[in-house]
C-alpha cells in the first residue's frame, strides 16, 4: 500500500526539520550515495585530502599533536599517501582518556557535540567533536542503514537496551514525540524472559515496523522466542544488528524469525565504522568520514598492517574531527583485515571483518 506520511517524511519533513537546525544531512546521504561508487584511487585521493587538513590543523592548534609530531619527526608535507598514517603512534583509549584537553584545538571549528562513551569496565571516554564531524557521521549512517533498505520515513523499531529507561522526564517526553514524529519505536530488549519478549511481539504486530535496528543478542533471544514458539505471521523485516558481534546461528535464527539481517560495527568515538550490504560478505567502512586500519602489535612494540585474511585490531581516525582530533584511535576491537577487491555489489569502499570480539570490553558501539 502507498504510504503516504513516510513519502511526505523522507522527502519533505525530515530535509526541512534537519535544515531548519543547519544540518545538511540530506545533501550529504546524495554525496555520499554518489562517492561510494568511486574508485578506491579517487577514495584515497579524497581520504588523503582530508588528512593532510587534519594533520596540519591539528599541528597547528592542539599541544599534543604538535609535541607528538615534532618528537617523532613527522612532516605533513612527506604524507603522499593514506599509508602514511603509519608513522604517527598509535592513540590507546588511556592516552586518548589522559590527553583530551591536550587534543582540543585553540582554533575554530568549535566543539557542536561532547558526551561520554559507556562501557562494562574503566571509566567513561569523553568525546568532543564539530558539527562537520557530526554531519558526516549522520550521513554515513544513514547511507550503510540504507544498504539494509533502511530509508529515512519508514516505521523503525529499535529494541536497544535501557531504551529511555535512565532519561530524566522531560527529556523523555520531549524523546518520544521526535521518535512518533519519526516513526521510531523503542523497546528494552534487557529483559529477556518470556514475558518481557511476548509483550516485544505485541508491539512488533501493532507498530508493523519495516525495519528493525538491534543489539545483536537481544535481537537473536527475540528471534529464538518467535522460533520456538511459531510466532511469525510478518512479511520480511531486515534486521540491523550492532553494539555486539552477530554470530553465524544468531544471524539464521533471526532471518528465520524476521528477515534477513544485517552486521554494522562503530563505536561513540567515530560513530559508524562499518556496515553490510545486500551480499553480506565484510562490512563496507566509511571511508569518507574516516580511515580504517587493521593493525598487528609485535611482541618487540612494532606495529604493522594485518594481512589480508588475518585478525588484528581496529583503529580509525575521524578525518573531520578537527576540534578534538582523534588520530589512530585503538578502539579494542578485533577483526580481520581483507585485501582491495571490489564487493559483488560495485562498491569501492573497502571491507573488514568478520568482527572477532574485544581486546578489552570498554567500547558501545553507536547507538543513536
Same mark, same amino acid.
Given at each position: 500500500m502507498f504510504d503516504l506520511y513516510g513519502t511526505l517524511l523522507g522527502r519533505f519533513l525530515f530535509p526541512a526539520f534537519e535544515a531548519a537546525r543547519g544540518r545538511p544531512t540530506v545533501a550529504l546521504v546524495r554525496h555520499l550515495e554518489a562517492t561510494q561508487w568511486w574508485s578506491l584511487d579517487q577514495l584515497r585521493d579524497l581520504q588523503l585530502g582530508y588528512l593532510r587538513r587534519l594533520l596540519r590543523h591539528a599541528y597547528r592548534h592542539t599541544s599534543y599533536y604538535r609535541k607528538l609530531f615534532d618528537e617523532h619527526g613527522i612532516s605533513i608535507e612527506r604524507m603522499h599517501s593514506v599509508h602514511d598514517l603509519s608513522q604517527i603512534p598509535l592513540?590507546?583509549?588511556?592516552?586518548?582518556?589522559?590527553?583530551?584537553?591536550?587534543? !582540543?584545538?585553540?582554533?575554530?571549528?568549535? #566543539?557542536?557535540?561532547?558526551?561520554?562513551?559507556?562501557?562494562?569496565?574503566?571509566?567513561?571516554?569523553? #568525546?568532543?567533536?564539530?558539527?562537520?564531524?557530526?554531519?558526516?557521521?549522520?550521513?554515513?549512517?544513514?547511507?550503510?542503514?540504507?544498504?539494509?533498505?533502511?530509508?529515512?520515513? !519508514?516505521?523503525?523499531?529499535?529494541?536497544?537496551?535501557?531504551?529511555?529507561?535512565?532519561?530524566?522526564?522531560?527529556?523523555?517526553?520531549?524523546? $518520544?514525540?521526535?521518535?512518533?514524529?519519526?516513526?521510531?519505536?523503542? #523497546?528494552?530488549?534487557?529483559?529477556?524472559?518470556? $514475558?518481557?519478549?511476548?509483550?516485544?511481539?505485541?508491539?512488533?504486530?501493532?507498530?508493523?515496523? $519495516?525495519?528493525?535496528?538491534?543489539?545483536?543478542?537481544?535481537?537473536?533471544?527475540?528471534?529464538?522466542?518467535?522460533?520456538?514458539?511459531?510466532?511469525?505471521?510478518?512479511?520480511p523485516i531486515p534486521v540491523l544488528c550492532g553494539a555486539e558481534r552477530l554470530l553465524p546461528h544468531d544471524r539464521a535464527a533471526m532471518e528465520e524469525a524476521f528477515g534477513p539481517a544485517f552486521e554494522t560495527y562503530g563505536c561513540r568515538e567515530v560513530m559508524l565504522i562499518g556496515a553490510e550490504c545486500e551480499h553480506h560478505d565484510g562490512m563496507h567502512t566509511s571511508m569518507e568520514t574516516m580511515i580504517v586500519e587493521i593493525v598487528v602489535r609485535e611482541a618487540d612494540g612494532t606495529v604493522r598492517a594485518a594481512e589480508p585474511g588475518e585478525s588484528g585490531e581496529v583503529v580509525v581516525t575521524d578525518l573531520h574531527n578537527l576540534a578534538n582530533p582523534i588520530i589512530r584511535y585503538v578502539t579494542g576491537d578485533l577483526a580481520v583485515a581483507r585485501g582491495p577487491e571490489t564487493c559483488k555489489c560495485g562498491r569501492k569502499l573497502t571491507r573488514i571483518g568478520p568482527i572477532e570480539g574485544r581486546v578489552a570490553e570498554t567500547c558501545l558501539l553507536y547507538t543513536s
Open positions: 592513540l590507546t583509549r588511556d592516552l586518548a582518556q589522559s590527553s583530551f584537553d591536550e587534543r !582540543m584545538a585553540d582554533a575554530p571549528p568549535g #566543539v557542536a557535540v561532547r558526551k561520554a562513551s559507556s562501557g562494562t569496565t574503566g571509566r567513561p571516554m569523553v #568525546v568532543a567533536y564539530n558539527a562537520e564531524s557530526r554531519h558526516f557521521r549522520d550521513g554515513s549512517r544513514w547511507r550503510g542503514y540504507g544498504w539494509a533498505g533502511y530509508r529515512i520515513g !519508514m516505521r523503525a523499531m529499535h529494541y536497544w537496551a535501557g531504551a529511555l529507561a535512565t532519561t530524566p522526564r522531560w527529556a523523555k517526553f520531549k524523546a $518520544e514525540v521526535d521518535h512518533r514524529i519519526k516513526r521510531d519505536l523503542y #523497546v528494552d530488549s534487557s529483559p529477556r524472559g518470556d $514475558e518481557a519478549l511476548a509483550a516485544a511481539i505485541s508491539a512488533l504486530r501493532k507498530f508493523r515496523p $519495516e525495519v528493525i535496528v538491534a543489539y545483536s543478542q537481544g535481537a537473536a533471544a527475540l528471534a529464538r522466542f518467535v522460533n520456538e514458539h511459531r510466532l511469525r505471521t510478518w512479511d
